[in-house]
């Protein structure tokens, strides 16, 4: 399996738009439920949902291409 340094995915989480940036880190990092994280974004659930599909979405883009290039 790949390994991604972390400043590939520091680059990678910087590139994301802010909102998808937060809730990325607020679930998926710092362990917050969804209903959590929009209670600390001040966003409905159903934001924080979208914003997470369209963070792993554009974070799996942006690194495909790095995993791609270490698995051979």
């Known amino acids: ?3 991604l340094d972390a400043a590939a995915l520091r ?3 910087w590139a994301l738009e802010e909102g998808q ?3 990325l880190a607020l679930v ?5 439920s969804t209903s959590e994280a929009a209670q600390a974004m001040g966003t409905p659930r159903g934001t924080v949902l979208s ?3 369209r963070g792993r979405r554009s ?6 291409d790095q995993v791609k ?3 051979a």
Do not use: T
Request: aromatic residues 0%; hydrophobic residues 55%.
């Open 21 to 23: 940036r937060v809730a």
């Open 69 to 71: 290039g270490r698995e």
């Open 59 to 64: 974070l799996a883009r942006l690194l495909g």
């Open 1 to 3: 399996m790949a390994s």
């Open 28 to 32: 998926d990092i710092a362990g917050l």
């Open 11 to 13: 680059r990678a989480m």
């Open 51 to 53: 914003r997470l599909h």
